[in-house]
């Protein structure tokens, strides 16, 4: 009987868990499940804005090459040489050439403003003319022009001033392809509206110049 009796009393002692105490233990592993949760939602979100900022940045640079890509000058500047034959009498001038471009349709006018000095034999001629192109992109180097207008000339030598019209068909070629400089080569005919209809094939080629 008194080892019952002790038992119970030991049992008496001994400390029993509380319900305050199971209660704390669920609040701090559910406190500790919500902590873990939001690190792993702060990580994603960070990872999430890491990219979002690459993304941002990669199209800015996307952008800023387009851009680059399409500015063009604002002119062009031809400086070269030509040489013009005459296809009635087979007489034959060469002389240098300078011309400047403009374009103001893109992809579809171009305006182009030149003059040249030729000489044939002891005579001179003074010429300038002014062309209406439709350019065509070949490729990022190479643009092709079809162009007509009017042209005036004024030789010595007894022949004076010449009213003209004149079709053209021009390659420019842009080796880095940025516009920066480039070369051409421009066939033209000529057929003069004065007496005796003179009529004319001419070639030049030099060097392109861009004006920013």
């Known amino acids: 009987m ?18 305050t105490a199971a209660a704390n233990w669920r609040a701090d592993e559910s406190a500790i499940s919500r902590k873990g949760k939001t690190a792993a939602g702060t990580g994603m979100t960070t ?17 800023a090459r387009a851009e680059e890509k399409e ?25 240098p050439t300078a ?5 103001p ?21 003074w010429g300038a003319d002014l062309l209406f192109k439709k350019p065509f992109e070949l490729s990022d180097k190479v643009e092709f022009m079809l162009g007509a207008g009017p042209e005036w000339s004024y030789t010595t030598g007894g022949d004076g001033a010449k009213i003209s019209g004149e079709v ?23 057929y003069s509206f004065s007496a005796g ?10 060097l392109l110049i861009p004006i920013p």
């Open 2 to 19: 008194w080892n019952r009796d002790a038992k119970r009393d030991a049992s008496r002692l001994m400390p029993q868990p509380s319900l």
């Open 47 to 63: 990872r999430a804005i890491g990219i979002g900022l690459a993304a941002v940045a990669a199209l800015a640079a996307g952008a």
């Open 71 to 95: 500015k063009e000058p604002s002119a062009v500047v031809e400086l070269g040489g030509a040489g013009e034959w005459n296809l009635q009498n087979g007489v034959s001038a060469f002389g």
């Open 99 to 103: 011309a400047i471009e403009f374009t």
């Open 105 to 125: 349709i893109k992809n579809w006018l171009e305006i182009e403003v030149g003059t040249s000095t030729m000489f044939r034999g002891g005579d001179k001629e």
């Open 168 to 190: 053209s068909a021009e390659f420019m070629v842009w080796p880095a392809g940025d516009h920066r400089l480039g070369w051409f080569v421009e066939q033209s005919y000529h």
């Open 197 to 206: 209809h003179e009529q004319s094939l001419g070639v030049a080629a030099g």
